[in-house]
């Protein structure tokens, strides 16, 4: 496989990540409860993982899977942070998205289980690249 497809392959995979994420929000009544508690952070952090694999696809998986977890930590982090300029971009339906509106431990697990289900599954599929 060349570069180029497989950059591809994680870019369309990271999109559908982010639609399933955003659609355990939007249609959060019609879904189990634990899946519209749990499964939008989860998803989120497997969206990181798959756009870090875009960027560098070239790199050991570890290196996607470590940045990825050291990513969404200081984003989580981040939130317990709160001045006026930072929470203005927090109000916004992308900066909400992106940076969240409130640390919880438990997005940490979430996170965390995301990102591994996103890393193994990338192992067990991942092929050699051809430069």
Not at 19 to 29: D, H, I, K, N
Request: hydrophobic share 55%; net charge positive; aromatic share 12%.
């Amino acid at each position: 496989m060349n570069i180029l497809k497989v950059r591809l392959g994680y870019l369309a995979v990271t999109n559908i990540i982010l639609v399933a994420g955003l659609s355990t929000r939007q249609f959060a009544e019609y879904l189990p409860a634990f899946v519209a508690s749990h499964f939008g952070d989860a998803l989120w952090a497997a969206m990181i993982y798959c756009g870090f694999r875009t960027l560098a696809v070239t790199k050991k998986l570890e290196w996607a899977l470590m940045l990825s977890i050291i990513f969404c930590v200081a984003i989580e982090c981040s939130q317990l942070y709160q001045a006026d300029w930072i929470n203005h971009i927090r109000d916004t339906l992308i900066g909400g998205l992106i940076l969240g509106n409130g640390y919880l431990s438990i997005d940490l697990v979430r996170y965390g289980v995301g990102i591994l289900v996103a890393y193994i599954i990338d192992r067990m599929v991942s092929k050699p690249i051809n430069t």
